[in-house]
């Protein structure tokens, strides 16, 4: 079945400062990519998402890009802020059903 | 609703007993999806609905685990003969169905077994 891996699993950043988090899946046929993210005590928060016939998508300060030679995506965020402080998680929907699988998560601290 | 509710936010039982854990979804989705987030971990998919009936269970881990949707609404997640590794928060999400993938997800319900 479908695994995803995520790095890193944490990232430190200085507020301004960006953040890149990675992730490798392993179904060829895997064609929808969700970002998730999820504060201490609640569920997680879809941030954005892109599917396979799209190379790079923005929203405002986050961006994903998607690498499907690679079997890479990743996630952007600029001008990071201290209220992005979160886990965040990448997930895949494989070529069979619609569950996602998700990364193990980056714990994401901005430090102001 | 305005969003994915889950009720009892907080469930404390002892090993060995029934519990059930229930969902409401965003209305008018007719997907409906359960997970399991173990601490530290990314969610992990138990079962998902497509209206009444169970599309894909296969992340059930074993005969204890059982979930239903009798009117394509509110499900419910039952777990019988309890053990302290069942222990976790289970989400619950949901999506419009058919070609759209996004998946809403609730607050969790976090179970804890004595």
């Known amino acids: 079945g479908e695994n995803v891996e995520q790095h890193p699993s944490t990232l430190s950043v200085q507020e301004g400062d960006s953040a890149v988090i990675k992730c490798t899946y392993s179904d060829s046929a895997s064609n929808y990519f969700p970002w998730y993210k999820q504060e201490l005590g609640k569920g997680p928060q879809l941030i954005i998402d892109i599917r396979s016939n799209v190379g790079e998508k923005k929203d405002q300060r986050i961006a994903v890009t998607l690498?499907?030679?690679a079997k890479h995506f990743s996630?952007?965020?600029?001008?990071?802020?201290?209220?992005?402080?979160a886990v965040y998680f990448c997930a895949a929907k494989g070529r069979y059903g619609n569950k996602l699988v998700f990364g193990a998560g980056t714990i994401l601290r901005v430090k102001s | 609703g305005a969003g994915?509710?889950?009720?009892?936010?907080?469930?404390?039982?002892?090993?060995?007993?029934?519990?059930?854990?229930?969902?409401?979804?965003i209305s008018g989705h007719t997907a409906l999806y359960w997970y399991r987030q173990s601490l530290g971990q990314g969610p992990e998919f138990l079962i998902?609905?497509?209206g009444t009936g169970a599309a894909d269970d296969s992340g059930l881990p074993n005969d204890r685990f059982f979930a239903v949707r009798p009117e394509g609404s509110v499900s419910t997640l039952k777990i019988q003969r309890t053990e302290?590794?069942?222990?976790?928060?289970?989400?619950?999400?949901?999506?419009?169905?058919?070609?759209r993938d996004e998946q809403f997800f609730g607050p969790g319900t976090r179970l804890t077994v004595l």
Do not use: M
């Not at chain 2, 302290?84 to 070609?99: K, P, T």
């Open chain 1, 67 to 69: 690498n499907k030679t």
């Open chain 1, 75 to 85: 996630l952007h965020i600029t001008e990071t802020q201290p209220e992005d402080s």
């Open chain 2, 4 to 25: 994915v509710s889950q009720t009892p936010s907080n469930k404390v039982t002892e090993k060995g007993k029934y519990v059930e854990l229930r969902c409401d979804p």
């Open chain 2, 48 to 50: 998902y609905f497509q």
């Open chain 2, 84 to 99: 302290r590794g069942d222990s976790a928060v289970y989400l619950c999400a949901s999506s419009r169905g058919g070609a």
